[in-house]
């Protein structure tokens, strides 16, 4: 658990974690793999994260979920992710968007879960006020299935689901495809994420509160980051 005492300490602490690890995958391989996840949390360590004096031609930026949506839609996560962190310094990095004009759902999955044979380093997760991670929500029709996936990408429908607002299909991240990474963050800020971490953590039924896929799946340790 990383506590700090203001959103700039946040911001600026997540986006030097972040960019540590990724300075240490590219000494050590030809690239490096990062998994961004969406919402207005973390935009901000994205953009401190864009200045980072790293190898950017090198890393390889892809995400957690997304909105079935096009990567130019404002709700997008791809759109997100272009204006927040593929700037400054890493405007040079290469972007993978899942969705693309033309392209089914179906086939969507079947690029995202292509791309993800080569496995992340880091993977950047966030929390809904639901207790939802990536697009895995509480309740979620077929939730069960989506964690138990061996595919690292799956399909979801989150009909029902308010956390999902009126955006009900999605793709998703499933525990299969998180396993792999060797770093994983959860960006979080407030009081009312960090009683709701409490929650989170003091139980292991991942339907009930599916970020806890992202302790409970066997790998990385998780390093949370939240500031009031």
Known sequence: MHAYESLTQWTWG??????????????????????LSGGSTPAPVYEALAKAPLDWERVDVALVDERW?????PDSNSRLIRESLLRDRAAAARFESITRPGRSIEEAV???????????GVVVLGMGEDGHTASLFPRMQN??????????YVAVDATGCPGAGKFLRRISLT???????????????????????ERVLAGDDP????????????GAPLHIHWCP
């Open 14 to 35: 997540a986006a030097v974690a972040i960019s540590s690890v990724l300075g240490r995958d590219l000494q050590d391989k030809p690239r490096a793999r990062l998994l």
């Open 143 to 152: 939730l069960e299935g989506a964690l138990q996936s061996r595919a690292p």
């Open 207 to 218: 339907l009930e509160y599916p970020a806890r896929t992202a302790f409970l799946t066997p």
């Open 69 to 73: 949506l096009l990567p130019d839609d």
């Open 175 to 197: 525990p299969a495809g998180l396993e792999p990474a060797h770093t994983r963050l959860l960006l979080i800020r407030g009081e009312s994420k960090r009683k709701l971490l």
């Open 110 to 120: 079947s690029a995202a879960n292509l791309h993800a044979q080569t496995p992340p």
